[in-house]
């Protein structure tokens, strides 16, 4: 009898226990700052998607300008956040969302809602207990079980002992995506996906099986790499045309309609959020250039002015503005953003040396 496979899978465990033991202790003291400025959350882009979470969760909207602001406009220490976008809402007014791809949020707050459910606790008055939870649900144990998942690959393609076991302490120890176990991100969970995807579509490729579910799974698991990282488009792809390959009725009638699912669901959560398809990031701009203007209206611009010839003419040109618009310079002397509080516009402008208004 040959011991050595299962003396193999005792070293493999002890890595993965060891590993996941050193992720767990890092999430039970993950904090920034001290005292009653203390929060589990490390970055700008990590209190960018708590935000969203815990807005869902508690109030079922995208926008977080009650998150990271209070009732008199200042800034909410530990969850105020740089990586937002600004745009008229369903409701007609302004708002700030996350810059963050939706879906993931969106599921993300589903499991906040059945923390709280279970529990009765709330990111709002329970901070650092959800956080902490929420970390070790979706980011240590699913990391735990995709690692054991990568030792059977690597144990099943590799030829020798001592790669064998390298390797799997390299996935165990020498990668970020343990490191990244502390915070909400999307490079985590795409490197979860993929190694998901790879168990599932390797046999397909090597002729050892050629099961529905696997074509099945693969498409969920490449079309939700894609969707946390865009790059990775390319990779589904590639994927799926090699599987079109090696068995057209299979990726067309499972790969492709999973793979389609996971969009949908990005798509979905984004016309959710921002009212259209594009990426958050689409709206990190001045709004639409609906006018050129002359020197001698734009002159007052550069102080922050909006003179009322200026606003004269933008009424001409049927853009409606109230008396009192706010101007944010964006490149001086040519380009400038027009905020208007009651009519909920954001303009930019940019000027013109034909000394006249063009709308």
């Avoid at 740089?82 to 809402?89: F, K, N, P, S, Y």
């Avoid at 970020?176 to 995807?197: C, M, R």
């Avoid at 790969?255 to 709206?283: E, K, M, Q, S």
Wanted: proline share 4%; charged share 15%; hydrophobic share 50%.
């Amino acid at each position: 009898m040959n011991d050595a496979p299962a003396a193999r899978w005792w070293i493999y465990s002890l890595l993965i226990v060891i590993s996941g033991g050193i992720m767990l202790a890092r999430v039970m003291h993950v904090q920034s700052g001290e005292g009653n400025n203390a929060t589990p959350f490390l970055s700008a882009n990590d209190r960018s998607r708590w935000t969203t979470i815990r807005a869902l969760g508690d109030d079922q909207t995208y926008s977080i300008d009650h998150i990271i602001f209070s009732e008199r406009g200042g800034r909410i220490r530990g969850w105020h956040t740089i990586d937002l976008v600004r745009h008229r809402g369903r409701d007609g007014l302004q708002h700030y969302y996350s810059s963050k791809p939706t879906l993931l949020m969106t599921l993300l707050a589903g499991e906040y809602w059945l923390v709280k459910t279970l529990t009765g606790a709330t990111l709002k008055d329970q901070t650092f207990y959800v956080a902490r939870l929420m970390l070790l649900l979706t980011n240590v144990l699913p990391l735990v079980a995709a690692l054991v998942l990568l030792a059977w690959q690597i144990d099943r393609l590799s030829q020798s002992d001592g790669a064998r076991v390298f390797a799997v302490a390299a996935a165990c120890f020498a990668t970020f995506l343990t490191t990244f176990a502390v915070t909400l991100n999307n490079h985590l969970t795409a490197g979860i996906s993929l190694i998901v995807g790879l168990a599932a579509v390797l046999p397909i490729a090597s002729g050892e099986s050629r099961a529905w579910w696997r074509f099945a799974v693969g498409g969920l698991a490449f079309g939700f790499l894609a969707s946390n990282e865009l790059p990775a488009l390319s990779m589904l792809l590639l994927v799926g045309v090699g599987l079109l390959l090696l068995s057209p009725l299979r990726t067309i009638a499972a790969f492709v309609p999973a793979a389609l699912v996971v969009a949908a669901g990005a798509f979905g959560t984004n016309i959710l959020a921002h009212g259209d398809w594009r990426t958050p990031y689409a709206h990190r701009s001045d709004g639409p250039l609906v006018a050129t203007i002359a020197d001698g209206l734009a002159v007052p611009l550069d102080a922050g002015l909006a003179s009322p010839e200026l606003i004269a003419a933008l009424r001409e040109h049927r853009i409606e503005v109230s008396d009192q618009p706010v101007i944010e310079q964006r490149t001086p002397g040519d380009r400038w953003m027009l905020w208007d509080k009651t009519t909920q516009a954001e303009l930019a402008l940019r000027r013109t040396p034909e000394g006249e208004l063009h709308g």
